[in-house]
C-alpha cells in the first residue's frame, strides 16, 4: 500500500483568533453579515486560515469543517459574478477576487486533508471508517473547487492539484474507501462516492476547458452531477476502441489523455482507465431528442440553460470526450509582433481602409424567384463529407457544428468608426502553424476579449491586409499577461454590406465580411455575420466595394460562436434595376 502525503500549511501561532468550540462557531457563522458578501467571505478565510495551523483532534477539526460548507457556498455564489464573465484581461480587482475565491477553497481542502493525516497517524482506525470516507471525498471536492475556479477565469491551476487528486483516489480504494456512500458535500443532502467524485472532475479536467465559452465549465459539472456516474473507473487497460477512453496516470500532476493507439504498458505502473462510452450514449441520445423538438426540461438534462444553448453545450462535451484528435500539422516556434482588433465591426472598419461604415444606396428589387439558385462550388460535397480521418468518434451522425494605425510599442491605437471607437493592441507572436497562432500580451489592454471571439490580426509583414480568426483557447497565467490560441479563418478579408431582401427602400444595412472561397481546401465562401441575426434560408442583399449590389441565399452554418456566424451563400435569380 502507498502512503498518503499531502500538502499542508505549517502549523503556527497566528494573530488571527478563531472558534474551536462547534457551538460556538456555529453560532458565529449564523451571526455574519452575508449580505456584505466580501466582508464575510473576508471573515470566513481568516477564521479557516487560523484553524488549518493549529493542531486539533481530528473528530473535531472534522466538524468544523464542516461548519463551513454552507457558508463558503454562500459567499461563493454571491461573488462569482463579479468576475467569471468579464472579459480578458481581468482588472486587477476582479483578478485579486477570483484569487481570492480559489485560496478559500484550498482552505477548506486544507482543513479536510489536515484530518486525513491525523487519522492516517492514528494507530486505532476501527470504528472511524465514516469519518475517514467523509474526510476522503470532502478533501477530492474542495480541490475538484479550485480546478473549477482556475479555469472559471482561465488562471492555471496550482501545482500539484492533480497529483493530490489522484493520491487521495488511489490511497481510498486501498483502505476500500472510494466507493463508500456518503453525503455530499454539494449539493446539500444528495448521496456520493469518492469515486464518482473523482470520475467527475476528471470529465471537467477532460473538457477542454480553456477552450469553453466564459463559465461553461460550471454548466459541465453541474450536468456531470447529475450524469457523471455513468462513466466508469477500470483498471483493466483492455479497450476495443480508444475513442471514449481515457488514461489516468496516478502518479502525475496531470488530468488523464486521450487512451493511446498500439501502447505496451509495464506492470506495476500506476494506471488507470476512464471509459466514457455509456456517458457519451446519454449525450448523445440528450442531443437527438434536443434536434427533435424536445426540450431540456422534459428530457431532465441537468442544463439550466435554453434549449439551444443547451444543444450546444452537449455537442461540445460530445466532442471532447468522444474523438481523439490529432494535430496534422506541428507549431513553428516565431516571435514578433502583430496587431490585433475584435469584433466584425472593427475588423470591417480596419479592412476598409478605415472609412467609417456607411450604408450603401442602392435599390434592388425583390423579385427573388426561390426557387432557383446558384450552388457554390464544393457546398455539396461539404455536406456530405466524411469525418475526418484524423479523428475517431464514438458516434458518427454528429451535426456539422457549426494598415494598422501607427502604433507605440505597448499602447493601443484607437480609431473612430461607425458606432463608437475601434482600437488595435500590439500582441507578440510565440509560434505558428498553417491554420493558426499562439500569441501573447504583457501589460494592460484595451481590446477586451472572451473565448470564441472574432478577431483580426494584421501582421507586420502584411500591412495592409487582414487576417480573420476565432480565439479557441485563452489563458492568464500572471494578472498582466495573457495567452491566447487563434485559429485562422482567412488570410484576407473583404469588407461588405448586407441587407434582408424587402420590397421597401431604405434597407437596413449592416458591415458584414465575406471570406473567399479556398479552392484547394474544398471550401466554398462564407459571410461572417453577428450571431443570430440571420438563418439559413434567409435571403439577403449583398454589396461589395466597386460592385452592383446582388441577392444571395444564406444556405447553411460552417461555424458559429456566441457572438458570429459563418453562413455558406449561393446567388440567387433577382431583376435589377436600369441606371
Same mark, same amino acid.
Given at each position: 500500500?502507498?502512503?498518503?502525503?499531502?500538502?499542508?500549511?505549517?502549523?503556527?501561532?497566528?494573530?488571527?483568533?478563531?472558534?474551536? *468550540?462547534?457551538?460556538?462557531?456555529?453560532?458565529?457563522?449564523?451571526?455574519?453579515?452575508?449580505?456584505?458578501?466580501?466582508?464575510?467571505?473576508?471573515?470566513?478565510?481568516?477564521?479557516?486560515?487560523?484553524?488549518?495551523?493549529?493542531?486539533? *483532534?481530528?473528530?473535531?477539526?472534522?466538524?468544523?469543517?464542516?461548519?463551513?460548507?454552507?457558508?463558503?457556498?454562500?459567499?461563493?455564489?454571491?461573488?462569482?459574478?463579479?468576475?467569471?464573465?468579464?472579459?480578458?484581461?481581468?482588472?486587477?480587482?476582479?483578478?485579486?477576487?477570483? %484569487?481570492?475565491?480559489?485560496?478559500?477553497?484550498?482552505?477548506?481542502?486544507?482543513?479536510?486533508?489536515?484530518?486525513?493525516?491525523?487519522?492516517?497517524?492514528?494507530?486505532?482506525?476501527?470504528?472511524?471508517?465514516?469519518?475517514?470516507?467523509?474526510?476522503?471525498?470532502?478533501?477530492?471536492?474542495?480541490?475538484?473547487?479550485?480546478?473549477?475556479?482556475?479555469?472559471?477565469?482561465?488562471?492555471?491551476?496550482?501545482?500539484?492539484?492533480?497529483?493530490?487528486?489522484?493520491?487521495?483516489?488511489?490511497?481510498?480504494?486501498?483502505?476500500?474507501?472510494?466507493?463508500?456512500?456518503?453525503?455530499?458535500?454539494?449539493?446539500?443532502?444528495?448521496?456520493?462516492?469518492?469515486?464518482?467524485?473523482?470520475?467527475?472532475?476528471?470529465?471537467?479536467?477532460?473538457?477542454?476547458?480553456?477552450?469553453?465559452?466564459?463559465?461553461?465549465?460550471?454548466?459541465?459539472?453541474?450536468?456531470?452531477?447529475?450524469?457523471?456516474?455513468?462513466?466508469?473507473?477500470?483498471?483493466?487497460?483492455?479497450?476495443?476502441?480508444? #475513442?471514449?477512453?481515457?488514461?489516468?496516470?496516478?502518479?502525475?500532476?496531470?488530468?488523464?489523455?486521450?487512451?493511446?493507439?498500439?501502447?505496451?504498458?509495464?506492470?506495476?505502473?500506476?494506471?488507470?482507465?476512464?471509459?466514457?462510452?455509456?456517458?457519451?450514449?446519454?449525450?448523445?441520445?440528450?442531443?437527438?431528442?434536443?434536434?427533435?423538438? *424536445?426540450?431540456?426540461?422534459?428530457?431532465?438534462?441537468?442544463?439550466?440553460?435554453?434549449?439551444?444553448?443547451?444543444?450546444?453545450?452537449?455537442?461540445?462535451?460530445?466532442?471532447?470526450?468522444?474523438?481523439?484528435?490529432?494535430?496534422?500539422?506541428?507549431?513553428?516556434?516565431?516571435?514578433?509582433?502583430?496587431?490585433?482588433?475584435?469584433?466584425?465591426?472593427?475588423?470591417?472598419?480596419?479592412?476598409?481602409?478605415?472609412?467609417?461604415?456607411?450604408?450603401?444606396?442602392?435599390?434592388?428589387?425583390?423579385?427573388?424567384?426561390?426557387?432557383?439558385?446558384?450552388?457554390?462550388?464544393?457546398?455539396?460535397?461539404?455536406?456530405?463529407?466524411?469525418? *475526418?480521418?484524423?479523428?475517431?468518434?464514438?458516434?458518427?451522425?454528429?451535426?456539422? %457544428?457549426?494598415?494598422?494605425?501607427?502604433?507605440?510599442?505597448?499602447?493601443?491605437?484607437?480609431?473612430?468608426?461607425?458606432?463608437?471607437?475601434?482600437?488595435?493592441?500590439?500582441?507578440?507572436?510565440?509560434?505558428?502553424?498553417?491554420?493558426?497562432?499562439?500569441?501573447?500580451?504583457?501589460?494592460?489592454?484595451?481590446?477586451?476579449?472572451?473565448?470564441?471571439?472574432?478577431?483580426?490580426?494584421?501582421?507586420?509583414? %502584411?500591412?495592409?491586409?487582414?487576417?480573420?480568426?476565432?480565439?479557441?483557447?485563452?489563458?492568464?497565467?500572471?494578472?498582466?499577461?495573457?495567452?491566447?490560441?487563434?485559429?485562422?479563418?482567412?488570410?484576407?478579408?473583404?469588407?461588405?454590406?448586407? #441587407?434582408?431582401?424587402?420590397?421597401?427602400?431604405?434597407?437596413?444595412?449592416?458591415?458584414?465580411?465575406?471570406?473567399?472561397?479556398?479552392?484547394?481546401?474544398?471550401?466554398?465562401?462564407?459571410?461572417?455575420?453577428?450571431?443570430?441575426?440571420?438563418?439559413?434560408?434567409?435571403?439577403?442583399?449583398?454589396?461589395?466595394?466597386?460592385? %452592383?449590389?446582388?441577392?444571395?441565399?444564406?444556405?447553411?452554418?460552417?461555424?458559429?460562436?456566441?457572438?458570429?456566424?459563418?453562413?455558406?451563400?449561393?446567388?440567387?435569380?433577382?431583376?435589377?434595376?436600369?441606371?
Amino acid at each position: 500500500m502507498t502512503g498518503l502525503s499531502l500538502s499542508l500549511p505549517a502549523k503556527r501561532v497566528s494573530a488571527w483568533m478563531t472558534e474551536t *468550540d462547534p457551538k460556538y462557531a456555529r453560532a458565529w457563522l449564523a451571526s455574519l453579515p452575508f449580505s456584505d458578501s466580501a466582508e464575510s467571505a473576508r471573515e470566513i478565510y481568516q477564521a479557516l486560515y487560523t484553524l488549518n495551523r493549529q493542531e486539533l *483532534d481530528a473528530t473535531r477539526r472534522f466538524e468544523l469543517m464542516e461548519l463551513y460548507t454552507g457558508p463558503v457556498a454562500t459567499v461563493t455564489a454571491a461573488l462569482e459574478p463579479y468576475f467569471v464573465r468579464a472579459a480578458l484581461p481581468l482588472t486587477p480587482k476582479k483578478r485579486q477576487l477570483a %484569487e481570492f475565491i480559489r485560496q478559500l477553497h484550498m482552505e477548506m481542502a486544507y482543513g479536510y486533508k489536515a484530518c486525513l493525516q491525523d487519522l492516517e497517524r492514528q494507530r486505532m482506525r476501527w470504528g472511524r471508517k465514516s469519518l475517514r470516507a467523509g474526510a476522503f471525498e470532502r478533501a477530492m471536492h474542495y480541490l475538484g473547487e479550485v480546478l473549477l475556479h482556475s479555469y472559471q477565469v482561465y488562471m492555471p491551476h496550482p501545482p500539484e492539484v492533480w497529483r493530490e487528486i489522484h493520491a487521495i483516489y488511489r490511497h481510498a480504494g486501498e483502505h476500500d474507501l472510494a466507493t463508500e456512500v456518503v453525503e455530499a458535500a454539494a449539493p446539500a443532502g444528495a448521496k456520493t462516492t469518492l469515486e464518482h467524485d473523482y470520475a467527475r472532475i476528471l470529465l471537467l479536467g477532460l473538457s477542454n476547458p480553456y477552450q469553453l465559452p466564459q463559465n461553461e465549465c460550471r454548466h459541465v459539472q453541474r450536468f456531470l452531477l447529475h450524469w457523471g456516474a455513468k462513466a466508469a473507473l477500470r483498471e483493466n487497460l483492455e479497450v476495443p476502441h480508444p #475513442a471514449g477512453h481515457f488514461l489516468i496516470d496516478l502518479a502525475t500532476d496531470s488530468p488523464p489523455a486521450p487512451f493511446p493507439r498500439d501502447v505496451q504498458f509495464q506492470p506495476g505502473q500506476a494506471l488507470r482507465l476512464l471509459d466514457a462510452v455509456e456517458l457519451l450514449r446519454t449525450i448523445h441520445f440528450f442531443i437527438q431528442r434536443l434536434q427533435k423538438g *424536445d426540450s431540456a426540461r422534459s428530457l431532465s438534462v441537468g442544463l439550466d440553460a435554453l434549449d439551444k444553448v443547451c444543444l450546444e453545450i452537449l455537442q461540445r462535451m460530445q466532442r471532447s470526450w468522444g474523438q481523439v484528435p490529432r494535430r496534422r500539422f506541428s507549431r513553428i516556434p516565431r516571435s514578433g509582433p502583430t496587431f490585433l482588433c475584435a469584433g466584425i465591426p472593427a475588423l470591417h472598419f480596419f479592412a476598409s481602409g478605415q472609412k467609417p461604415f456607411s450604408p450603401p444606396a442602392t435599390e434592388v428589387r425583390s423579385d427573388v424567384l426561390d426557387e432557383k439558385f446558384n450552388l457554390p462550388a464544393h457546398i455539396e460535397r461539404e455536406t456530405e463529407r466524411e469525418p *475526418d480521418r484524423n479523428e475517431d468518434f464514438i458516434s458518427l451522425d454528429q451535426p456539422v %457544428e457549426k494598415n494598422p494605425p501607427s502604433a507605440r510599442a505597448d499602447t493601443a491605437e484607437t480609431a473612430p468608426g461607425f458606432g463608437g471607437i475601434f482600437r488595435v493592441d500590439r500582441w507578440q507572436i510565440k509560434d505558428a502553424a498553417p491554420k493558426g497562432l499562439q500569441l501573447a500580451r504583457h501589460g494592460s489592454a484595451r481590446t477586451f476579449l472572451r473565448v470564441g471571439d472574432l478577431v483580426g490580426i494584421q501582421q507586420i509583414e %502584411e500591412i495592409g491586409r487582414w487576417s480573420a480568426g476565432v480565439v479557441r483557447w485563452m489563458k492568464s497565467p500572471r494578472a498582466d499577461e495573457l495567452e491566447m490560441g487563434v485559429e485562422l479563418l482567412a488570410s484576407n478579408v473583404m469588407p461588405v454590406a448586407v #441587407a434582408p431582401v424587402r420590397a421597401a427602400s431604405g434597407r437596413d444595412y449592416q458591415p458584414a465580411l465575406l471570406l473567399p472561397a479556398i479552392e484547394a481546401l474544398r471550401r466554398p465562401a462564407t459571410l461572417l455575420l453577428p450571431r443570430g441575426a440571420f438563418s439559413p434560408g434567409t435571403n439577403l442583399l449583398l454589396v461589395e466595394e466597386g460592385k %452592383e449590389a446582388r441577392a444571395v441565399r444564406l444556405l447553411k452554418c460552417l461555424e458559429y460562436t456566441h457572438v458570429f456566424e459563418a453562413l455558406v451563400f449561393a446567388d440567387v435569380l433577382t431583376e435589377f434595376p436600369r441606371r
